[in-house]
């Protein structure tokens, strides 16, 4: 089945800072890949996704790249503000089956 | 857009006792419903995965007696954690993939179960 991975686990920006966060999936038949934020005590929120067919999807101050070849993705958040403060979660799947989360990273933008 | 309402968002209960919870589609109809369970400071592992009109299909190492899934109609699918202990105390999602939104997916608010 599928594995994804996701990097860093922690991380800690400066209010205005750039934030990343990587992940890998193994099953080269995904064919979606969705970022989450959850906040404390609630369901994940949808912030970006994007489909195979496409490299780079961008959303304000948020965008997701997608490497098909290597099998990675990645989340981008410029210009953080104290609100993005949150878990972020990655996942990937055939759409429509199942999902796979990452691990999640808990970020935190100091003021 | 899509909505999964979930039900109750709180419940403690005690070592013993049973406790459904519910996700209804509000606005589209869900074939498909994505159990999952998040521990504290952990992500979010799928528990098991109901069709409408026929049995859940549970993941590895998911207990299908202790964990019964109903997905009965197009718009609600329930999970009833039976003979619930401590060591279920956990925070429950569901998710549902929407056609309209190309198979996007919706997620319940979710439901933090406390067995005391």
């Known amino acids: 089945g599928e594995n994804v991975e996701q990097h860093p686990s922690t991380l800690s920006v400066q209010e205005g800072d750039s934030a990343v966060i990587k992940c890998t999936y193994s099953?080269?038949?995904?064919?979606?890949f969705p970022w989450y934020k959850q906040e404390l005590g609630k369901g994940p929120q949808l912030i970006i996704d994007?489909?195979?067919?496409?490299g780079e999807k961008k959303d304000q101050r948020i965008a997701v790249t997608l490497n098909k070849t290597a099998k990675h993705f990645s989340l981008h958040i410029t210009e953080t503000q104290p609100e993005d403060s949150a878990v972020y979660f990655c996942?990937?799947?055939?759409?429509?089956?199942?999902?796979?989360f990452g691990g999640g990273t808990r970020l935190m933008v100091k003021p | 857009g899509a909505v999964v309402s979930q039900h109750p968002s709180r419940v403690i209960c005690k070592s013993g006792t049973s406790v459904k919870i519910e996700c209804r589609s509000l606005?589209?109809?869900?074939?498909?419903m994505f159990w999952y369970r998040q521990f504290p400071k952990q992500s979010l592992m799928l528990m098991a995965t109901?069709?409408?009109?026929?049995?859940?299909?549970?993941e590895q190492g998911v207990e299908k007696d202790k964990f019964l899934i109903n997905h009965a109609s197009l718009t609600l699918s329930t999970l009833t954690v039976t003979s619930a202990h401590p060591e279920d105390s956990s925070f429950y999602i569901c998710?549902?993939?929407?056609?309209?939104?190309?198979?996007?997916?919706?997620f319940g608010s979710g439901t933090r179960l406390t067995v005391v």
């Open positions: 998710s549902a993939p929407d056609r309209r939104a190309n198979y996007g997916y919706t």
């Open positions: 099953d080269s038949a995904s064919n979606y």
């Open positions: 994007i489909r195979s067919n496409v």
């Open positions: 996942a990937a799947s055939i759409a429509g089956n199942m999902l796979t």
């Open positions: 606005d589209f109809q869900a074939t498909t």
């Open positions: 109901s069709n409408e009109g026929s049995k859940a299909t549970y």
